[in-house]
């Protein structure tokens, strides 16, 4: 009988690429997951293993593990999400990867109605950006992971992970109301995105997808945006806003959940929303756990209006001008 554990790690080998890499992400030393591998070869009576440079790689017979282990993962977590969900409690530990608008819009009514009706389930909640969060999903580092997908810039699947639909989250722009960039129009003046083209701008990295979609909008809309400041603290984003030296696109979620802030808020040409959504592996969307905190986070977002994707809703700033 093949060691689950062991197959853990050669998945894991597979997956980070370096025996140091999987050590790092497990808390193990090198040589304790070399070991391991060494004992799941001894079992199987094949070769998992060959050098490859100065590191190692998978053999053909360890790809037609990896491949098979997926499914075997899948079915004990079906098992212990069947077996969690005998008992007459929710209880033990849920861990999960967030990033910041659904940490600050949605999760503290979760954890508020989690505290009432689930006394027995702690929460762990980790802010990590959705692509490192996937990763650690499949790691076992988290249990539930809250993703967003940007329109026009698809995430890929993640396999032996699932997603659910969570909400359409529309996007805004803030701009300056004061200072020498907030122009001279009335709040009730129409204003063109392009009209923003000598603004400084504070986006998301390039590198990332709410960083890339960001700059694609400006493209889109004739200009290359100033962008003066980098980063994804979109509190800091609305604030610079707010104080009259930037301007920023953010989600509407998040607009909904702080006090307006003193800056023109604007509809973006063709109303366009990001996707959220909640990732679990592939065997536990089951678990009593999970479903009770994807319960919890559906009635947060029906609290705030966003657009659940079962109907054509609208986001709490909908009714702002457009751009």
């Not at 790689?57 to 005998?86: D, I, K, N």
């Not at 889109?220 to 696109?249: C, K, M, N, W």
């Not at 979620?253 to 909640?278: N, S």
């Amino acid at each position: 009988m093949l060691d689950v554990h062991r197959l853990r790690l050669l998945c894991e080998l597979d997956r980070r690429g370096t025996l140091a890499a999987v050590a790092r992400a497990l808390s193990y030393s090198p040589s304790a997951v070399s070991q391991q591998l060494s004992q799941l070869e001894a079992e199987t009576g094949v070769a998992l293993l060959e050098p490859a440079g100065r590191g190692v790689r998978l053999t053909p017979q360890a790809r037609v593990l990896v491949a098979h282990a997926g499914a075997v993962f899948e079915r004990l977590e079906e098992a212990e999400a069947e077996l969690r969900a005998s008992l007459t409690e929710v209880r033990g530990t849920l861990r999960v990867a967030s990033f910041q608008s659904v940490l600050l819009a949605l999760v503290p009514a979760v954890l508020t109605q989690l505290a009432e009706r689930h006394p027995g389930l702690r929460v762990e909640i980790t802010h990590q950006e959705p692509g490192l969060a996937f990763a650690g999903l499949l790691a076992h580092e988290f249990d539930i992971v809250l993703g967003e997908e940007y329109p026009g810039i698809a995430r890929p699947p993640v396999t032996g992970a699932r997603t659910q639909l969570l909400a359409l989250d529309e996007l805004f722009l803030v701009a300056p109301a004061t200072g020498p960039y907030a122009g001279t129009e009335t709040e009730d003046a129409h204003v063109r995105l392009a009209d923003l083209a000598d603004v400084p701008w504070i986006l998301d990295s390039p590198g990332t997808v709410p960083g890339q979609w960001a700059r694609n909008v400006c493209r889109e809309a004739g200009f290359e945006p100033d962008v003066r400041y980098s980063g994804s603290d979109l509190l800091l984003q609305i604030h610079l806003a707010e104080t009259g030296h930037a301007a920023a696109l953010v989600p509407g979620l998040l607009l909904a959940a702080i006090a307006p802030p003193a800056a023109r808020i604007r509809a973006l040409p063709g109303r366009p929303r990001r996707r959220l959504t909640t990732g679990v592996r592939s065997g536990a969307a089951a678990h009593p756990a999970i479903r009770a905190f994807r319960a919890a986070l559906r009635q947060a977002v029906r609290s705030t209006g966003a657009d659940t994707g079962t109907s054509p809703g609208q986001s709490n700033y909908s009714d702002r001008k457009d751009v």
